[in-house]
């Protein structure tokens, strides 16, 4: 079972020692990842404590970068801090297609 997280408790992971973000509604430490990410870390930094899932979209990452995201996943988000959009959706199908090959 994940853990799960509010938005409040992400939040307080925001700085370049302790950073995670969400994305979907999935949490994720990137802590480690900050400093070898190729576009830098500043970007990431920028959504530190906070929501990164328009600007990974926007960017239009590959499904390696996808690969790689997941295995800084540390949790879910509460329920009541659930977006009610349909990217988790994808994020869900996408994790059963790729990990069940």
């Given amino acids: 079972m994940s853990a799960i997280f509010t938005r409040k408790e992400v939040n307080m992971h925001c700085s370049d020692d302790d950073c995670w973000i969400i994305y979907g509604d999935y949490v994720y430490d990137i802590t480690d990842f900050l400093y070898t990410h190729p576009g830098g870390a500043e970007i990431l930094l920028e959504y530190a ?33 659930r977006s009610t959009f349909i990217i988790p959706q994808f994020i869900s199908q996408a994790k059963k297609f790729l990990f069940s090959s």
């Avoid at 990164?52 to 390696?64: L, M, Q, R, Y």
Wanted: charged letters at 30%; glycine letters at 12%.
């Fill in 49 to 81: 404590g906070g929501d990164a899932t328009d600007a990974f979209e926007s960017v239009g990452h590959s499904i390696d970068a996808r690969v790689m995201l997941a295995k800084y996943e540390i949790g879910i988000l509460h329920d009541d801090d």
